[in-house]
Nanobody, 122 residues
Framework: VQLQASGGGLVQAGGCLRL?????????????MGWFRQAPGKEREFVAA???????YYAKSVKGRFTISRDNAKNTVSLQMNSLKPEDTAVYYC?????????????????WGQGTQVTVSS
């Protein structure tokens, strides 16, 4: 499964961005989907996840600012990011997990997108 992430860019602190992840030609309605991010020199960290049924889970650092959602009819998952901070700067990756759980570590995820850069200036 090839996931395609898009929507990154440069934004000022306090601004917003919306990331999207698509799996063309593939139905992933039964998969859990997650977003991770990796800043230079740091490990990849969990951001948010959504189950096949729509349950969501967020990292404490983004809870209340980010919202993950999915549209199974369009095979897309989105991450709405509001009130962005410079520390949100990272490459953001979407991932799919086929057993339907909501893991918060990268290991259990089976498929990954190529990453999209998000840069928040102060």
């Amino acid at each position: 499964v090839q996931l395609q992430a898009s929507g990154g860019g440069l934004v000022q602190a306090g601004g917003c961005l919306r990331l999207s992840c698509a799996a063309p030609g593939r139905t992933f309605s039964s998969y859990a989907m997650g977003w991770f991010r990796q800043a230079p020199g740091k490990e990849r960290e969990f951001v948010a996840a959504i189950s096949s049924g729509g349950s969501t889970y967020y990292a404490k650092s983004v809870k209340g600012r980010f919202t993950i959602s999915r549209d199974n009819a369009k095979n897309t998952v989105s991450l709405q990011m509001n009130s962005l901070k410079p520390e949100d700067t990272a490459v953001y990756y979407c991932a799919a997990e086929t057993t339907g759980t909501l893991p918060t570590t990268p290991g259990p995820y089976d498929y990954w997108g190529q990453g999209t850069q998000v840069t928040v200036s102060s």
